[in-house]
């Protein structure tokens, strides 16, 4: 008899273990995401995170006809790449937006704010129909407080409504400019150490609503590479660029760094690396002094060279056209910046638009050589701590300079040969502080 009694309690036991281990395995949630990634004429990338690993897919339908749902392949998140999942949405069509939610291990996750997305528009160049009108959102320098291991003192971020700001804009997608994240100490020597940065950051409530319908383009600067100012001799680069890349969701990056390019409507952007190739700001003594590097600078010249958009963007973590040779300008890399500028005068390069962060103030720089004209239009800080510039800045166009927290946002619109660009700033209320029209020289 108390054999049975035991028997039965094992069998009990066992039943316990693996109901318990089923409660678990339904367990798993999303703990970052849905973000938006790149968006083409064929196919969106969702970007999630879970706690767990989990089967995960994409449940999406087009606006309009709900009738009509289509789900993307399933992917198992594992711990190795942080229990991240890049879902494709790989039967969109052209021009229409789509409402989609998230399957975790079979259950449907019901979003809490707003969760659509949008396939770009069709336009070809041979054709004499209009290009799309569009617009997106900028910003650099976002600081996110952990108490933990910030420094003590007044918190260095703060005011994240803003992202809230941004999505009233209702622009169709965001550029990251760089200082995205902010790694710590405890941070940057580890796998572990960038995960939990990555995680921590996107953890705010305030991201959610923009992250969930709003594309997402990115580059980096220091501060999501490795230590302040750090360069291509950092020990952890490797981590930092496969932490990046499976982070982001940029349509595209090169074999080694995260440069790349995109193209929306009839603009096209370049997406550039400025800590994979750069050498040391104290090496000025041993070559070669690069922020590029030679191949990625010949990728950039030839890419600029075939190039058939109307304007061209060109994101680099850093201030190119500010002549002052201070911080991390380009002007501290006189011969590499000298060597674009006349590449881009050379080609006949027109209408290009640099789009800079890092400086934690936020200006528009202009440069007219002749029939060359360049900008510059720097945009800092999103939630770090703002400060003014102590540099004369003669580039500086009359009413830009902007330093408080803010963000920009870029309107592309007109017919066929009547662009036009609308640049703008606004403060974390979404206040407008300053806007300028650029027209496209021809």
Request: charged share 25%; hydrophobic share 35%.
């Amino acid at each position: 008899m108390k054999f049975k009694i035991l028997k039965h309690k094992r069998v009990l036991y066992y039943l316990l273990l693996i109901f318990n281990l089923q409660l678990n395995a339904e367990a798993a949630k999303i703990v970052s995401g849905p973000i938006l990634g790149y968006s083409t004429l064929k196919e969106v990338l969702v970007w999630i995170q879970t706690d767990q690993a989990s089967k995960v897919a994409l449940e999406y339908s087009e606006i309009g006809n709900p009738r009509n749902r289509y789900i993307s392949e399933t992917i198992q998140t594992d711990y190795k790449t942080g229990f991240i999942a890049k879902l494709i949405a790989n039967r969109v069509e052209p021009g229409k937006s789509y409402n989609y939610n998230l399957l975790v291990d079979g259950k449907r996750i019901k979003g809490e704010h707003p969760q659509t997305f949008q396939a770009q528009s069709f336009f070809a160049y041979a054709s004499h129909q209009d290009p799309p009108s569009f617009s997106f959102a900028l910003g650099s320098c976002a600081y996110v407080n952990e108490s933990e291991f910030d420094v003590p003192g007044k918190p260095y971020g703060g005011e994240y409504f803003i992202f809230n700001s941004i999505l009233s804009k209702k622009p169709n997608f965001m550029l990251w400019l760089g200082d995205n994240i902010y790694l710590r100490e405890p941070d940057w020597d580890s796998r572990t150490g960038f995960l939990h940065r990555y995680r921590h950051q996107r953890g705010i409530p305030e991201l959610a609503p923009l992250f969930a319908s709003v594309h997402h383009y990115a580059i980096w600067d220091d501060h999501d590479f490795g230590p302040n100012d750090s360069d291509s001799s950092f020990w952890m680069r490797e981590t930092s660029e496969e932490m990046f890349k499976l982070h982001w969701g940029n349509p595209n990056y090169a074999k080694e760094g995260i440069y790349g390019s995109f193209v929306w409507g009839d603009v096209q952007f370049f997406l550039l690396d400025n800590r994979t190739f750069r050498t040391a700001n104290n090496n000025r003594e041993i070559g070669p002094r690069q922020i590029l590097g030679e191949k990625q600078f010949q990728w950039f010249v030839n890419s600029l060279a075939y190039s058939k958009a109307t304007f061209k963007f060109v994101a680099i973590g850093g201030q190119f056209l500010n002549p002052n040779s201070v911080f991390e300008n380009h002007a501290t890399y006189p011969q590499e910046r000298n060597k674009i500028l006349s590449a881009i005068r050379d080609l006949k390069i027109k209408n290009l638009i640099f789009l800079t962060g890092d400086r934690h103030h936020t200006e528009l720089n202009f440069l007219q050589e002749d029939d060359i004209s360049i900008y510059d239009f720097t945009v800092s800080p999103l939630t770090s701590r703002y400060y003014s510039p102590s540099e004369k800045n003669p580039l500086r166009v009359e009413g830009t300079l902007v330093d408080k927290r803010n963000f920009g946002t870029i309107s592309v619109s007109g017919k066929r040969g009547q662009r036009k660009l609308v640049l703008q700033i606004f403060d974390v209320y979404g206040k407008e502080l300053w806007k300028k029209e650029i027209l496209p020289t021809p």
